[in-house]
């Protein structure tokens, strides 16, 4: 499984705590399953005990040992209910709106991150992007030098030489129309990000025109933010505004920008809008037969990450590791 092996060494050194929020899902207990029996990750179930292990035996998996948390009964819930009222005072919200809120299993998860409890959090398997992204802004909030949240996905192309083909792609999945200066956050945190995967990242701002060839507010916004980024990052490579194919294609950026050292070979590439980047990584993921991981949060204060509805045992099973590694 591609680059996990470091990731698994560095977690067997120092073992995390992740929490489930959907814990009797039978993807989740199929993951967790797996995690046990393992020494670098504990899984920590979020539900009702006896319905989580029905769950497991109905579905035939072995989840002795795991530790599960029912919100519903739980000993610091009224330390954890002080610490929303106080998180969350300038609302205005109530001990008893409080209890309410957070009887809900993606606001109980993301406290228990909060309290120290879980190192880190993987929810959304039924449930929205919003929904995790919700109680994470409000409760663990950016960090510092973040203004916003971001996500983007990691790309994987398997190759028979075992050298994998990765890229890194953003944002796909929370910004539906970032501005320049978003656009200049989601670059440091993609290249960040790129690099916990062993991706050296060449950036490129994607647009329907290269280095000028094309007129339009959309272009104007793609080389902006990439001249702001390069001003922000001046050790990062970095090229904007970049036709796909000028970005990834050797003989096609020798013809339309023969002087980039980014053209022809990026790697990490940043979208102009959520409809470009959702519509990109799924193209590269169905057609170009890459593997996507993601979405993948940024700019959070702690590690938290988003699961597809459609979502396999599999890909809760890396998403994992991904998660915990990041912590």
């Known amino acids: 499984m591609f680059g996990f092996g470091a990731m698994i060494e560095k977690l067997k050194k120092n073992p995390k705590k992740i929490v489930f929020t959907e814990g009797s899902d039978p993807r989740i207990l199929e993951a967790a399953s797996r995690?046990?029996?393992?020494?670098?990750?504990?899984?920590?179930?979020?539900?009702?005990?006896d319905e989580i292990e029905t769950a497991a035996e109905k579905a035939g998996f072995n989840i002795r040992g795991a530790?599960?948390?029912?919100?519903?009964?739980?000993?610091?819930?009224?330390?954890?209910?002080?610490i929303f009222v106080e998180l969350r005072k300038s609302k205005g919200v109530t001990p008893e709106e409080a209890r309410t809120i957070l009887s809900k299993s993606n606001y109980f998860g993301t406290m228990l991150v909060k309290m120290g409890v879980a190192d880190?959090?993987?929810?959304?398997?039924?449930?929205?992007?919003?929904?995790?992204?919700?109680?994470?802004?409000?409760?663990?909030?950016?960090?510092?030098?973040?203004?916003?949240?971001?996500?983007?996905?990691?790309?994987?192309?398997?190759?028979?030489?075992?050298?994998?083909?990765?890229?890194?792609m953003a944002d796909c999945a929370i910004n539906i129309d970032p501005t320049e200066d978003n656009l200049v956050e989601i670059c440091g945190e993609t290249a960040?990000?790129?690099?916990?995967?062993?991706?050296?990242?060449?950036?490129?701002?994607?647009?329907?025109?290269?280095?000028?060839?094309?007129?339009?507010?959309?272009?104007?916004?793609?080389?902006?933010?990439?001249?702001?980024?390069?001003?922000?990052?001046?050790?990062?490579?970095i090229e904007g505004e970049l036709q796909f194919d000028a970005a990834v294609v050797p003989r096609v950026a020798r013809t339309k920008c023969p002087n980039s050292e980014v053209a022809g070979h990026a790697n990490t590439f940043i979208f102009p809008d959520i409809s470009a980047g959702n519509i990109g990584y799924k193209i590269a993921q169905r057609m170009g037969n890459f593997d996507a991981y993601g979405p993948i949060l940024l700019g959070l204060n702690a590690s938290i990450n988003?699961?597809?509805?459609?979502?396999?045992?599999?890909?809760?099973?890396s998403m994992s590791i991904i998660t915990a590694a990041l912590a």
Not at 37 to 48: D, E, K, M, T, V
Not at 123 to 129: K, L
Not at 153 to 168: K, Q, Y
């Open 306 to 317: 988003d699961l597809s509805r459609g979502c396999s045992a599999f890909e809760v099973y």
């Open 35 to 49: 995690l046990l029996a393992s020494n670098f990750l504990q899984p920590i179930l979020l539900g009702n005990p």
């Open 192 to 237: 960040e990000c790129a690099r916990a995967f062993g991706v050296d990242p060449k950036i490129a701002f994607l647009s329907y025109s290269t280095l000028g060839s094309g007129k339009g507010e959309m272009v104007d916004k793609m080389k902006n933010a990439a001249n702001k980024a390069k001003a922000k990052y001046p050790n990062l490579p």
């Open 67 to 82: 530790n599960m948390i029912d919100p519903a009964n739980y000993d610091r819930f009224d330390e954890m209910v002080d």
């Open 120 to 168: 880190a959090l993987l929810g959304g398997a039924t449930y929205s992007t919003a929904d995790t992204v919700r109680p994470a802004l409000q409760i663990i909030k950016t960090k510092p030098g973040s203004t916003i949240v971001s996500s983007c996905f990691i790309l994987v192309r398997p190759s028979a030489t075992g050298d994998n083909e990765v890229l890194a």
